[in-house]
């Protein structure tokens, strides 16, 4: 096995998606992080003369933060299933995001995070060969804004010819609200103005990146064209204008508390604990207005012991329906490319007081897509864990190969079949929880989120 390691990660305050989940030990005091961090790591067991697929993972950290460098991210299981494995840095936060105008007239346009992205996807296209991979056969996958940013590569004429296929895990561009889409330059730059107005470009770069941090200016934000050609992924798919590729896309049953949330149930670090059969009722009336009447038949809270989990259900349910007409999207831009939908809700291994407030949490998925079970955070991983991660390992791998996620594992069981997208179904996906199998939503349900989606 041969592991290419990075040296540094980018400069940024902390990892919050991953605070509560493994400490990183990097920091710009320690050397671990500055701003010489354009690197990426390769696992691979293939000879140079071989051709495996590659699979590119581009880390979440809602583009202030992250790292590849996170142990979580590594490719050490998923290489030895014949592919070769990369994974990615790129500027966040002000250093990748940053779109100003200064007062005399000097000006950045943004996008640094997505060419940088698009950088690194130019090196593996020149010299995965080296590695024994196909630079012809490049699949990249995301999580939370790495998913963000998956979609963007989509959106974006810059990244033309650069992968083949995409896995998007927990975001959904195409239903996302307006300050997590891209956005006009003018309006960026107008808020840069607010922020740090007082400084010239040439005094920001002349800046260490601590006194940069301090300013305490996060952006976070793809702008539209400029330097990337970069388009909403609404815009991308009704115009055609995208890179068409296959896709898997999904989400985690914890994403509700940070994104795609309709009835309030807490938020990432605070999930709700209990919630009442009247305060149920009053958010379904606020989020669903004159639809509520119908919500509250399919998913009535019955009683105060079960509001939450309704109210979750609701949540979930409502997450999916999103992927679901994004999906819809995409194939009414191009049917010849392919979709596969999933939902993850299996609850990692931890504490029963944590396994119950936080349940299957935004990012706990990726140990099992990559079939790595990092050892920094204990936990009492069982068979069932393993036999999970080996399968979802299994369909990123089998999907990076062909195209279609279905088949066998490394080892010759067949995998529960994965249906592709189909606009004329009801609402199905992957559901994944501790064990895997398709699901349709009945046909009441399905016709109502549609209907709302419509």
Known sequence: MVSQIAVQAEPQPFDPWTVEYVDSGMNLDNGLMGE??????????????????????IHGGANLSGSSQNDVYSGQEIAQKNIVYV????????????????????????????????????????????????????TIIGQSAGSNNVQNLIASTAAAGLFDKAIALSFNNYTASEMLLTRDLQDVESEAKEKIGKYTIKELREMSPSDILALGY???????????????????????????????????????????????????????DKLTLDDYMTSANKSFGSNADRLLKLYPGESKDNALNTARQVNIDKMIANYFYAASQKYKSDKNYKTYLFCYEHIIPDTPERMVKFGAFHT??????????????????????????DAMSSYIVNFAKTGNPNGKDNIGRILPTWKEFSPNSNIAYLHIGDDIQYFEMDSAKSDFWKSILK
Request: some cysteine; charged content about 20%; glycine content about 10%.
């Open 364 to 389: 706990s998925d990726v140990n099992y897509w990559l079939n790595h079970f990092t050892k920094i955070y204990p936990r009492n991983f069982t068979s069932t864990d393993y036999a999970l991660g």
């Open 218 to 272: 996060t952006p976070t934000s793809v702008v539209k064209g400029t330097s990337t050609g970069t388009l909403s992924l609404k815009d991308a798919f009704d115009s055609g204008k995208w890179n068409k590729v296959d896709m898997i896309w999904g989400g985690v049953a914890g994403d509700q508390y940070l994104f795609d949330s309709v009835i309030e149930v807490g938020n990432f670090i605070k999930p709700a």
């Open 87 to 138: 994974s990615i840095n790129y500027r966040v936060g002000i250093f990748g995001f940053l779109a100003y105008k200064d007062e005399i007239g000097e000006e950045v346009t943004g996008n640094f995070a997505i060419m940088d992205q698009i950088a690194a996807l130019k090196w593996i296209k020149k010299n995965i060969s080296k590695f024994g991979g196909d630079p012809n056969n490049v």
């Open 36 to 57: 010489d961090c354009l690197s990426l790591n390769i696992w691979t067991k293939a000879n140079e003369n071989e051709k495996l697929p590659v699979i590119v993972y």
